[in-house]
Nanobody, 118 residues
Framework: QVQLVESGGGLVQPGGSLRLSCAASGSILRNNRINAMNWYRRTPGKERELVAHITSGGNTDYADSVKGRFTISRENTENMVYLQMNNLKPEDTAVYYC?????????WGQGTQVTVSE
């Protein structure tokens, strides 16, 4: 089992920044490395969207809507993944979820709300 806990969401004005963090834990991680770690987001009435992806080697990929504004990073030794979000827009308002696919299972965090509003 892997537990994922996100933090760092909140209310921010357009153009502002937030940094999300996700901590992965579980005894199974003592001798195994998580490969890809992802950030998704969901807004009411929309499909869940993959926002950013990072491999254990540091290769990254982003949704077109956030390229140039968001940066995903990770700390492998601590099983942490981060999402730096700059120049936030109202359309970035969503619940953001940390996700990993590990040992043939999908694991999700509980989500953290990001609201971009005046």
């Amino acid at each position: 089992q892997v537990q994922l806990v996100e933090s760092g969401g909140g209310l921010v004005q357009p153009g502002g920044s937030l940094r999300l963090s996700c901590a992965a834990s579980g005894s199974i991680l003592r001798n195994n490395r998580i490969n890809a770690m992802n950030w998704y987001r969901r807004t009411p009435g929309k499909e869940r969207e993959l926002v950013a992806h990072i491999t254990s080697g540091g290769n990254t990929d982003y949704a077109d809507s956030v390229k140039g504004r968001f940066t995903i990073s990770r700390e492998n030794t601590e099983n942490m993944v981060y999402l730096q979000m700059n120049n936030l827009k109202p359309e970035d308002t969503a619940v953001y979820y940390c996700h990993v696919y590990f040992m043939w299972n999908n694991y999700w965090g509980q989500g953290t709300q990001v609201t971009v509003s005046e």
